[in-house]
């Protein structure tokens, strides 16, 4: 329906010729925007125009009645649709696949999840609208967590209002740390090697005194020849 309402015009070879037809709307065939759709003429309703623009990826639809004349129904479709044009847009804050954070992973310093937007958001909008994307997802991420896990999500806002909230999945497969990657994480923090340190030196220390004590202690008790 959409692909024939689009057409200026078309050839019919249904019957016993071929007969060709002329699409009323002649906007379809002035503005390659116009994409359709219905004219329509009643004493009453006076000449009407369901009307259908595309352009910059949005579609807009335009309803005229009770105007005077055909060039009068096309000018006010025409002035409709504009307006529509000017005054709204489509917005896509969020793609799907998009990498929307990079929580840390618990006990693997340095590495890094990848978390993705489900889906897409897309919606018409007025052009001066303020959309804002929140994302929430945990400051860190503990595996195993199977590729696709749902670990967050992402909020649209616009006005004050919630537009939509879209699920953000890891990226990859999550696998669990090792308890040696663990200990040896632990056994390599700055932190623990300095700890280590101290114990070492109150060890030797504490062993030198012990020394020095039985040191002294034998040669107080030694008899004179």
């Given amino acids: 329906f959409a692909r024939v309402v689009a057409l200026p015009r078309a050839v019919l070879h249904t019957g016993s010729h071929p007969r060709s037809v002329t699409n009323r709307n002649d906007l379809v065939g002035r503005y390659s925007w116009v994409k359709g759709v219905k004219t329509g003429h009643t004493s009453q309703a006076g000449y009407v125009l369901v009307g259908l623009g595309e352009r910059h990826g949005m579609r807009l639809l335009s309803a005229v009645l009770g105007t005077s004349s055909e060039s009068s129904r096309d000018a006010n479709t025409l002035a409709l649709l504009d307006y529509g044009f000017s005054s709204f847009r489509v917005f896509k804050p969020v793609f799907q696949g998009q990498v929307l954070a990079h929580p840390k992973v618990k006990d693997s310093p340095g590495t890094h999840a990848i978390v993705i937007a489900a889906r897409t958001f897309k919606q018409v909008l007025a052009r001066d609208s303020k959309v804002r994307v929140v994302v929430t997802v945990p400051h860190q991420l503990a595996g195993p967590l199977a590729a696709r896990t749902v670990v967050g999500s992402a909020t649209v806002l616009a006005g004050g209002q919630t537009l939509a909230r879209i699920p953000l999945l890891l990226a990859r497969r999550l696998p669990a740390v090792s308890p040696f990657t663990i200990a040896a994480h632990f056994v390599t923090r700055t932190s623990t090697l300095?700890?280590?340190?101290?114990?070492?030196?109150?060890?030797?220390?504490?062993?030198?005194?012990?020394?020095?004590?039985?040191?002294?202690?034998?040669?107080?008790?030694?008899?004179?020849?």
Avoid: N, W
């Fill in 194 to 225: 300095v700890m280590l340190a101290v114990v070492c030196v109150l060890v030797i220390s504490v062993a030198a005194r012990r020394r020095l004590r039985m040191r002294h202690t034998g040669e107080e008790g030694a008899e004179p020849a």
